[in-house]
């Protein structure tokens, strides 16, 4: 679901690195553009088996398509999971498309658009509304204005039936219910999510052997997060910009020893997945690289960033393997703008106490950075869109370089 053209928008050269000026229109239009797109597929292709397993989803998704054509709603509503996971259902039978109906008309419903609906999920699983986990079992109902909600539903975890009835005020949804989840950032956007509040939606890969857990997010947990986007804020501020218009929740692993581990889902926008660590300046990088990832994926949403003609495989220190020439752009993008961060700390005064060994970590990424950009610099098989990516960072990267030296 890509368009393919040589001659874009320069626009997205934005999507480089938050040291270039931001327009939002582009963003917000690339994001529900793509939005409205997989609904439409997804209601073409799954329409029988939506009537079958639910009521009143159709009407309320048509209705948001409605809304979203005319511009009467937020396009940062898009900018979520369950709108991936449709996408995500039309590419694989790994997903069960009722399923991933209801969680988007669950999402719509927490956002404001009124309905009145009901369907069964094909087996137990996690919902959410807002900042609540719902166990949901069998059938959720769902009756909403807009202002006042009631969701009912077999809880599994108390195996015994379930209503909540949320409200809407000036700081959003309330319920009387206590277990709402915790929210860090400058403006409260970011979600710490425990793993079962994903299980059976998002695969979790362990590629390298390095997680032991997925803890239950805690205060202490998001103090670390919260206090690493004050670092941003403080020592690059253009980072703190970056990180919070895309990431929207985290969910916790915990690694082995040192190890940190960070990931992003194509599938999931909004969604990252963020080791445990104490160490502020570790969890900034980790919220940058894996910000970085979410804009490269708004990028692919539009055109492909290699038109495939370069088979030759190329040697990414970020993971010691060899890799095919988009995920070497996809990791130098990311940490080139890590590299970028760091400058900005040093630039703006950030001393090494409390961040033990930073700037060790971002000399050793000045190479790291060298080698990725060697296999990409005036690479024919970069499309337009991979070298909006690509060489505006690049320059900027170089520039700096120059300035420092």
């Known amino acids: ?16 690195c938050p040291k270039i000026a931001f327009d939002p229109v582009l963003f917000e239009a690339v994001v529900l553009f793509h939005a409205q797109a997989v609904v439409d597929m997804f209601l073409q292709r799954r329409a029988a088996l939506l009537a079958e397993r639910s009521v009143g989803v159709i009407p309320l998704i048509e209705r948001w398509r409605q809304r979203s054509q005319c511009g009467s709603l937020d396009a940062g509503l898009a900018w979520d999971m369950a709108f991936g996971r449709v996408q995500w259902a039309l590419e694989t039978d790994e997903v069960d498309a009722g399923d991933v109906a209801l969680h988007l008309a669950l999402h719509l419903t927490s956002h404001g658009l009124p309905g009145d609906w009901r369907g069964s999920l094909s087996e137990a699983g996690m919902m959410r509304w807002g900042n609540w986990l719902l166990p949901v079992e069998g059938e959720v109902s769902v009756v909403s204005d807009g202002g006042q909600a009631s969701v009912s539903f077999v809880d599994f975890a108390r195996g015994a039936p ?10 959003g949804w309330q319920c009387d219910q206590p277990e709402a989840l915790l929210r860090v950032g400058i403006h409260q956007s970011i979600l710490l999510l425990p793993e079962f509040a994903i299980r059976g939606q998002l695969t979790l890969e362990d590629q390298f052997g390095s997680i032991v857990g997925y803890p239950e997010p805690d205060a202490g947990m998001a103090d670390t997060l919260a206090r690493a986007l004050d670092l941003l804020a403080r020592y690059a501020p253009d980072y703190l910009i970056w990180v919070e218009r895309v990431i929207r929740g985290a969910v916790i692993c915990q690694c082995k020893e040192t190890r940190t581990r960070s990931s992003t889902w194509s599938e999931a926008p909004g969604i990252i997945l963020l080791s445990h660590t104490t160490d502020v300046a570790t969890m900034a990088e980790m919220l940058v690289h894996e910000a970085s990832h979410q804009y490269y994926h708004v990028v692919g949403r539009v055109g492909r960033v290699d038109d495939g003609s370069d088979r030759q495989l190329y040697y990414s220190p970020a993971v010691a393997r060899e890799r095919p020439l988009a995920r070497v752009l996809i990791a130098y993008h990311a940490f080139a703008n890590i590299l970028l961060m760091y400058r900005d700390f040093r630039q703006n005064g950030l001393a090494m106490t409390g961040t033990t060994g930073w700037w060790h ?7 790291d950075v060298g080698v990725l950009a060697a296999p990409l610099c005036d690479n024919p098989a970069l499309t337009a869109y991979g070298r909006a990516l690509f060489e505006p960072l690049h320059q900027r990267v170089h520039a700096v370089a120059a300035i420092d030296g």
Do not use: K, V
Request: net charge negative; no cysteine; glycine share 0%.
């Open 162 to 171: 379930s209503t909540l009835s949320f409200y809407a005020d000036e700081h």
């Open 1 to 16: 679901m890509t368009m393919h053209n040589d001659a874009i928008d320069p626009r997205y050269r934005q999507f480089a």
């Open 361 to 367: 970590t971002a000399e050793r990424m000045e190479a």
